[in-house]
Every structure is written in C-alpha cells, then in structure tokens.
C-alpha cells in the first residue's frame, strides 16, 4: 500500500489554557474522503488550518505528501499552499466586482500562472463554463460555491479541504456541490470536508468525530449511533402495531 498522503502525530494546538487540538493522531490515504464531524467549538475548523498549513501546531507533527509541514517556516507554508492544497470556505469569499472567471484567475495570480485558459478549464470543470463573464452576485449560492471550488482546484491540489461546503446552501445546490466533490474523488482527489449534516458526512469514505480537540470515534459517527438506535425503536414499534411480542434476542441490535 502507498503512503498516505497526511500523517498526524500528536497534533495539539493550545490557546494558552485552552485546547482546541488535544494529541491527534491520524492518517488519511491517497484518494480518500474523510469527513469531519463534531460539535460547534470540537476542533474542526483548527484541524483544517494545520492540514491546510494556515496555522502551525503547539505540539506534534504534520505530512503531507511527504512534506512535514509543522516544520516549514512561513514562506514554506505559503509555497505549500500554492503547491498542494485547495481550500473551499462556507462562506464564499468571492471578489463581489469581478466575474467568475476572474475570481478563478485571481487564485492562479497567487500561484503564479495567470492563465485565462486554465482558469476557464476550471470554471468547465465545475459546470460554469457558461456563466464565466457573470459576478457573484448574479451567480446563484450553489453557482458561487462551484466558482470557489473551481477557485481551489486550478492548481491541481493534491489535497482538497473544504469547511462546511454546503453549509449555507439549498438542497438543490447541495446536491450539486456534492456530486461535484463525488466526481472529484473519482478522479483521485483526496478530499477532506467538515461538515454538521450526516446525510454530507455519510457520502464520505470514513469519518471522524471530533470531541473537545480530541478524536472521538473513528468510524461511527454519534448521530449514526441515534440513528441505528432508531431502527430498534422502530422494529419495537411495528411489533406493537402487529400486536405480536418481539422477543428480545429477535431484536436486531445495531452493530456498534
Ligand atoms: P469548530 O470548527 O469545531 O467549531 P474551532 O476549531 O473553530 O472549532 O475551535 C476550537 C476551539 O478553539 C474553540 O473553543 C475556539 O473558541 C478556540 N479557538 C479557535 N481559534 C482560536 C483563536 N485564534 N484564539 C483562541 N481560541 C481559539
């Protein structure tokens, strides 16, 4: 098997008393699609900034595709960051007075290939070949989240990291956003996405959940566990509405 592409080791981030990462310890393969998941203030957003090298750990080690990122210094970090990532916001952070197209081109600016072209290939790669000449604010919310991932994929990152992608969009643009990132994995991305929403999150190949900066559980999800609970209550439930008695060993308990 090849190396994964992200390695963590011990990965902390203290706010002086306050831990927002507290010894995390991942891998993530090449091609796959991790989802993160946990409550409000868990860690997410913190763990996205080191695998994104916005922000550098108080203690332990990051890789990623052989690189260990927790020891560059800033313009390490940056060249990084034009080299191997996408980032994709909830908010949309597009300029509101240029055109899509534009946007996209701003972005290679930063990676030093401005390049009409490529940035109209990345505007077809996400289906808005047709609306490259429109601003955001004539571009619907799932149209401008398609331009902000067109926006991180036209450096060919090798890891794709987007913080609640669909978070603020309607379940048409969800859907849309999504089969996108689908298409991406299928193409070999490795895809990282925070996300509250478990029907998001289940679309992932693995997910973890995050607890107060410590990883929680690495393959079921709380809400998954709810969720399986549920289809007890529910099979008790037909069993009365049947008027017969389930025996409990006839019960089929989730396995968790
Ligand atoms: P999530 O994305 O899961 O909502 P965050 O990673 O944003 O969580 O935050 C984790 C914890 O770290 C929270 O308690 C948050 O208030 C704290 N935190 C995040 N960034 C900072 C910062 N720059 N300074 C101080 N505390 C921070």
């Not at 507290?22 to 946990?38: A, C, H, K, N, P």
């Not at 689908?182 to 996405?193: D, F, K, N, R, S």
């Not at 190949?205 to 289809?231: A, F, K, M, N």
């Amino acid at each position: 098997m090849s190396e994964p592409l992200v390695r963590l080791e011990g990965v902390a981030r203290h706010y002086s008393t306050l831990k927002a990462l507290d010894g995390v310890d991942l891998t993530i393969e090449r091609g796959e699609w991790l989802s993160v998941m946990g409550p409000s203030g868990s860690g997410k957003s913190t763990l996205m900034h080191l695998l994104g090298a916005l922000d550098t750990p108080t203690a332990g080690r990051v890789w990623v595709d052989g690189l260990e990122v927790s020891a560059l210094n800033e313009t390490g970090r940056a060249k990084f960051r034009r080299e191997k990532v996408g980032i994709v916001f909830q908010q949309f952070h597009l300029l509101p007075y240029l055109t899509a197209l534009e946007n996209v081109m701003v972005a290679q600016h930063y990676h030093s290939v401005a390049d009409a072209p490529e940035a109209r290939a990345a505007l077809d790669r996400v289906g808005l070949g047709d609306r490259a000449h429109h601003l955001p604010s004539q571009l619907s919310g799932g149209e401008q989240q398609r331009v902000c991932v067109a926006r991180a994929l036209v450096n060919q990152p090798r890891l794709l990291l987007a913080d609640e992608p669909t978070g603020n969009l309607d379940e048409d643009n969800e859907a849309k956003v999504l089969t996108l990132f689908e298409e991406l994995q299928a193409e070999g991305h490795t895809l990282v996405t925070v996300t509250h929403a478990l029907r998001v999150g289940l679309l992932a190949d693995r997910r973890i959940e995050l607890s107060h900066g410590r990883l929680t559980d690495l393959t079921v999800p709380s809400q998954e566990i709810d969720r399986r609970y549920d289809e007890v209550l529910i099979q008790l439930w037909i069993a009365d509405e049947r008027r017969t008695r389930l025996a409990p060993e006839r019960v089929q308990l989730p396995d968790v």
